[in-house]
Protein backbone atom coordinates (compact mmCIF):
# COMPACT_ATOMS: atom_id res chain seq x y z
CA UNK A 1 0.00 0.00 0.00
CA UNK A 2 1.82 3.40 -1.01
CA UNK A 3 1.02 6.28 0.25
CA UNK A 4 2.41 9.84 -0.41
CA UNK A 5 1.64 12.88 2.72
CA UNK A 6 1.85 16.50 1.71
CA UNK A 7 2.51 19.24 3.42
CA UNK A 8 3.84 22.87 3.43
CA UNK A 9 1.41 24.55 1.18
CA UNK A 10 0.46 27.81 2.43
CA UNK A 11 -0.73 31.35 1.79
CA UNK A 12 2.50 33.88 0.35
CA UNK A 13 3.03 36.93 -0.89
CA UNK A 14 4.67 37.41 -4.61
CA UNK A 15 8.45 37.17 -3.81
CA UNK A 16 8.31 35.14 -0.83
CA UNK A 17 9.12 31.44 -0.49
CA UNK A 18 7.90 27.99 0.45
CA UNK A 19 8.75 24.39 0.53
CA UNK A 20 6.63 21.44 0.08
CA UNK A 21 7.31 18.13 1.06
CA UNK A 22 6.31 14.61 0.61
CA UNK A 23 6.57 11.70 2.75
CA UNK A 24 6.13 8.28 1.18
CA UNK A 25 6.07 5.45 2.48
CA UNK A 26 5.26 1.54 1.22
CA UNK A 27 7.00 -0.07 -1.46
CA UNK A 28 6.98 0.59 -5.10
CA UNK A 29 8.15 -1.85 -7.51
CA UNK A 30 9.22 -1.96 -11.16
CA UNK A 31 10.97 1.66 -12.45
CA UNK A 32 9.61 4.86 -11.32
CA UNK A 33 10.48 8.54 -10.72
CA UNK A 34 8.78 11.20 -8.67
CA UNK A 35 7.34 14.31 -9.42
CA UNK A 36 4.86 17.50 -8.30
CA UNK A 37 1.54 18.08 -10.67
CA UNK A 38 -0.47 21.18 -9.84
CA UNK A 39 -4.35 22.74 -10.35
CA UNK A 40 -5.25 25.78 -10.61
CA UNK A 41 -9.04 26.93 -10.59
CA UNK A 42 -10.61 26.37 -13.74
CA UNK A 43 -7.35 24.59 -15.22
CA UNK A 44 -6.43 21.30 -15.99
CA UNK A 45 -3.68 18.87 -14.02
CA UNK A 46 -0.02 19.91 -15.43
CA UNK A 47 2.93 18.37 -14.23
CA UNK A 48 5.82 20.96 -12.32
CA UNK A 49 8.70 19.28 -11.77
CA UNK A 50 10.35 15.56 -12.05
CA UNK A 51 13.39 14.16 -10.80
CA UNK A 52 14.69 10.12 -11.57
CA UNK A 53 16.51 7.78 -9.24
CA UNK A 54 20.25 9.58 -10.42
CA UNK A 55 18.61 12.94 -9.03
CA UNK A 56 18.25 14.70 -12.35
CA UNK A 57 15.72 17.25 -12.49
CA UNK A 58 13.00 18.21 -14.91
CA UNK A 59 10.97 21.13 -14.57
CA UNK A 60 8.57 22.94 -16.89
CA UNK A 61 9.28 26.19 -18.60
CA UNK A 62 6.96 28.73 -16.64
CA UNK A 63 9.07 27.17 -13.55
CA UNK A 64 12.48 27.20 -14.59
CA UNK A 65 14.75 29.49 -12.35
CA UNK A 66 12.51 29.49 -9.44
CA UNK A 67 11.50 25.94 -8.15
CA UNK A 68 13.82 23.14 -7.08
CA UNK A 69 12.89 19.70 -6.96
CA UNK A 70 14.87 17.04 -4.55
CA UNK A 71 14.15 14.08 -2.67
CA UNK A 72 15.54 12.95 0.68
CA UNK A 73 16.17 9.01 -0.26
CA UNK A 74 17.20 8.19 3.19
CA UNK A 75 14.14 9.82 4.90
CA UNK A 76 11.41 8.81 1.88
CA UNK A 77 10.82 12.36 1.34
CA UNK A 78 10.15 14.48 -2.10
CA UNK A 79 10.57 18.26 -1.99
CA UNK A 80 9.46 21.20 -3.51
CA UNK A 81 11.41 24.38 -3.17
CA UNK A 82 9.33 27.64 -4.31
CA UNK A 83 11.91 30.48 -4.85
CA UNK A 84 9.98 33.53 -6.02
CA UNK A 85 6.03 32.14 -6.60
CA UNK A 86 3.79 34.47 -8.75
CA UNK A 87 -0.28 34.22 -8.66
CA UNK A 88 0.05 31.91 -11.17
CA UNK A 89 1.61 29.55 -9.77
CA UNK A 90 -1.73 29.01 -7.39
CA UNK A 91 -2.91 25.77 -7.33
CA UNK A 92 -3.03 22.55 -5.43
CA UNK A 93 -0.08 20.77 -5.94
CA UNK A 94 -0.14 17.60 -5.66
CA UNK A 95 2.89 14.96 -5.05
CA UNK A 96 3.32 12.09 -7.81
CA UNK A 97 4.74 8.39 -8.51
CA UNK A 98 5.96 8.27 -12.16
CA UNK A 99 5.41 4.47 -14.16
CA UNK A 100 8.65 4.44 -15.57
CA UNK A 101 8.40 4.59 -19.40
CA UNK A 102 6.88 8.17 -19.08
CA UNK A 103 9.94 8.96 -17.13
CA UNK A 104 12.07 8.40 -19.87
CA UNK A 105 9.58 9.56 -22.49
CA UNK A 106 10.94 11.85 -25.45
CA UNK A 107 8.68 15.03 -24.18
CA UNK A 108 9.79 14.32 -20.38
CA UNK A 109 7.26 12.71 -17.26
CA UNK A 110 5.23 16.27 -17.06
CA UNK A 111 3.58 16.20 -20.31
CA UNK A 112 0.62 14.06 -19.38
CA UNK A 113 -0.57 12.83 -15.70
CA UNK A 114 -1.75 9.22 -17.48
CA UNK A 115 2.26 7.56 -16.39
CA UNK A 116 0.95 8.83 -12.70
CA UNK A 117 1.12 5.21 -10.46
CA UNK A 118 -0.02 7.27 -7.12
CA UNK A 119 -0.94 10.87 -6.19
CA UNK A 120 -0.84 12.44 -3.04
CA UNK A 121 -3.77 14.28 -1.54
CA UNK A 122 -2.94 17.88 -2.39
CA UNK A 123 -1.65 20.88 -0.51
CA UNK A 124 -2.98 24.05 -1.23
CA UNK A 125 -0.34 27.14 -2.44
CA UNK A 126 -1.98 30.38 -2.91
CA UNK A 127 0.24 33.73 -4.12
CA UNK A 128 -0.88 37.09 -3.72
Known amino acids: DVQLVESGGASVQSGGSLKLSCKVS????????MGWFRQGPGKEREGVAA???????RYTDSVKGRFTISQDNAKNTLFLQMIDPKPDDTAMYYC???????????????????????WGQGTQVTVS
Open 26 to 33: GYISGSYC
Open 96 to 118: AVIMGPYCSDRNGPLHTTNGVAY
Open 51 to 57: IDSYGSP
